[in-house]
């Protein structure tokens, strides 16, 4: 069943045999991910849809895969991190963080994706920590990455991310609180 088979084995599969439909199912099985940790980094929804759509175009222009035992996801996000710090680099000046107070922050697409208050609210929550932070907690718990494979995505070691991961949490509990976010409804 071509449908269940591994994103390494639909990467293999595109590289030997140049099969766009496999590249297909790996666009659709990561962009909305991808798209959505880009945004966290560069709080500009257009941006980051294009440099998934880079990173995709890299992994595509690649004659070889060399993971360094990471999976394809993995490998992928590092790719579009590298891409959006790149972008970071280039319009620091002009990147903005969301604020939740904007007019047009409910007509954003996440908001949409994220319809429930709880997640709306964690959401903004999250906008609101040190990038390390948002990035751990974002690949581990959004994008349910081994911390293994976190740490691969951001440079770090896997003791780092467990100790961003656990600061990041502590981190985003006070900023709940600050506002006004009952969480321990939810625990």
Same mark, same amino acid.
């Given at each position: 069943?071509?449908?269940?088979?591994?994103? @390494?084995?639909?990467?293999?599969?595109?590289? *030997?045999?140049?099969?766009?439909?496999?590249?297909?199912?790996?666009?659709?099985?990561?962009?909305?991910?991808?798209?959505?940790?880009?945004?966290?980094?560069?709080?500009?929804?257009?941006?980051?849809?294009?440099?998934?759509?880079?990173?995709?175009?890299?992994?595509? *222009?690649?004659?070889?895969?060399?993971?360094?035992?990471?999976?394809?996801?993995?490998?992928?996000?590092?790719?579009?991190?590298?891409?959006?710090?790149?972008?970071?680099?280039?319009?620091?000046?002009?990147?903005?963080?969301?604020?939740?107070?904007?007019?047009?922050?409910?007509?954003?697409? @996440?908001? @949409?994706?994220?319809?429930?208050?709880?997640?709306?609210?964690?959401?903004?929550?999250?906008?609101?920590?040190?990038?390390?932070?948002?990035?751990?907690?974002?690949?581990?718990?959004?994008?349910?990455?081994?911390?293994?494979?976190?740490?691969?995505?951001?440079?770090?070691?896997?003791?780092?991310?467990?100790?961003?991961?656990?600061?990041?949490?502590?981190?985003?509990?006070?900023?709940?609180?600050?506002?006004?976010?009952?969480?321990?409804?939810?625990?």
């Amino acid at each position: 069943m071509r449908g269940a088979e591994t994103d @390494e084995v639909l990467y293999q599969r595109f590289l *030997s045999e140049r099969d766009e439909e496999a590249l297909r199912i790996l666009l659709e099985r990561h962009r909305n991910g991808l798209t959505l940790f880009l945004y966290g980094m560069i709080h500009d929804m257009d941006e980051a849809e294009d440099l998934m759509i880079d990173a995709f175009a890299e992994a595509a *222009s690649r004659s070889h895969w060399a993971p360094g035992g990471s999976s394809f996801k993995t490998w992928l996000f590092a790719i579009g991190r590298k891409k959006a710090l790149m972008y970071l680099r280039k319009h620091r000046a002009a990147v903005l963080p969301l604020d939740e107070n904007r007019a047009d922050a409910a007509a954003l697409p @996440e908001a @949409e994706m994220l319809r429930e208050e709880r997640n709306r609210e964690l959401y903004l929550g999250l906008q609101r920590l040190p990038e390390d932070y948002r990035e751990a907690l974002t690949l581990l718990y959004f994008e349910q990455m081994p911390h293994e494979e976190a740490a691969k995505v951001m440079g770090k070691t896997r003791k780092q991310m467990y100790h961003l991961a656990n600061r990041g949490r502590e981190r985003l509990r006070d900023v709940l609180k600050e506002m006004g976010f009952d969480y321990a409804q939810y625990e």
